[in-house]
């Protein structure tokens, strides 16, 4: 279901180009600060979300960073960048499923953090801790049962996904 596998350094060091260009701001006062622990008890929904969105500072989309996200696209052999956002200390992304774009998903993650998600029963909850370095993980996105998962973030954690249709 969940594979962490090896980091291609390429990968890491054209995200690490990445990451030194962005500026860091405060977090938005609006954002929604929220305990580990809080975050570890909250309830799976009983309807699918396809998609959830944090108070990350999301920065896929600019074009600055479309030759290096370009080029990790490639070098992975997926056949598109699906995420690349900042979370902020102490925030999450809510239990989620990409219902709506199903397939194989690569992700890169730099910082602390937990990532949860449901078993292949869809039953129990599992938390995997994210250390402070990078973290490579690849999960499947079935078309008929959601993959239900959510992220959070002790530390300011960096999230790149590259993802190829089934």
């Known amino acids: 279901m969940i594979k962490i596998i090896e980091a291609n350094k390429i990968v890491i ?3 690490e180009e990445l990451i030194s260009q962005i500026n860091i701001q405060e977090p938005p006062k609006t954002l929604k600060i929220m305990s580990m622990d809080a975050f570890l008890q909250r309830p799976v929904p009983k309807f699918d979300i396809p998609h959830s969105n944090s108070g990350a500072m999301y920065f896929a989309s600019e074009e600055k960073y479309k030759d290096i996200l370009g080029k990790c696209t490639d070098i992975l052999g997926r056949e598109r960048n699906t995420n690349a956002c900042m979370m902020f200390k102490s925030t999450q992304l809510p239990w989620h499923t990409n219902s709506n774009r199903p397939g194989i998903r690569t992700y890169y993650s730099k910082g602390g953090g937990v990532f949860k998600f449901l078993d292949e029963h869809g ?3 599992i938390s995997v801790d994210n250390e402070n370095g990078w973290t490579v993980r690849e999960f ?3 078309k008929v049962k959601p993959f239900w998962h959510s992220v959070y973030a002790s ?3 960096f999230s790149f996904g590259f993802g190829s249709d089934v």
């Open 140 to 142: 499947e996105l079935p």
């Open 13 to 15: 060091e054209a995200l």
């Open 123 to 125: 039953v129990q909850q």
């Open 155 to 157: 530390s300011n954690r």
